[in-house]
């Protein structure tokens, strides 16, 4: 089982940045890919941006240019950093991880970490 802890939420302004990160411990995929997903009130959660182990990203449209995705290997973690926020970006943000194989699910979550951003 593989345990992931977030960090780094908080309320910001408009044009703010922040950075969130999430540190996996455990049973972590070796070769797997590690995601943030966002899920604000009443709405689905949803795919925000992925990273392999080797460092390739995926985004999602409505974070391109603002936010990016990084890992540090040796530390079993991954980062977030988001500037220019929205306040449509608030929302609850999750981190996820996977194998990378054909058809892997994200199957181990985070507990959440909070982004608050006001106009």
């Known amino acids: 089982q593989v345990r992931l802890v977030e960090s780094g939420g908080g309320l910001v302004q408009a044009g703010g940045s922040l950075r969130l990160s999430c540190a996996a411990s455990?049973?972590?995929?070796?070769?797997?890919?590690m995601g943030w997903f966002r899920q604000a009130p009443g709405k689905e959660r949803e795919f925000v941006a992925s990273?392999?182990?080797?460092?390739?990203?995926n985004y999602a449209n409505a974070v391109k240019a603002r936010f990016t995705m990084s890992s540090d290997n040796a530390k079993n973690t991954v980062y977030l950093q988001m500037n220019s926020l929205k306040p449509e970006d608030t929302a609850v943000y999750y981190c996820?991880?996977?194998?990378?194989?054909?058809?892997?699910?994200?199957?181990?979550w985070g507990q959440g970490t909070q982004v608050t951003v006001s106009s």
């Open positions: 996820a991880a996977r194998p990378n194989v054909p058809g892997g699910v994200f199957s181990s």
């Open positions: 455990g049973r972590t995929f070796s070769n797997g890919v």
């Open positions: 990273i392999t182990w080797s460092g390739s990203t």
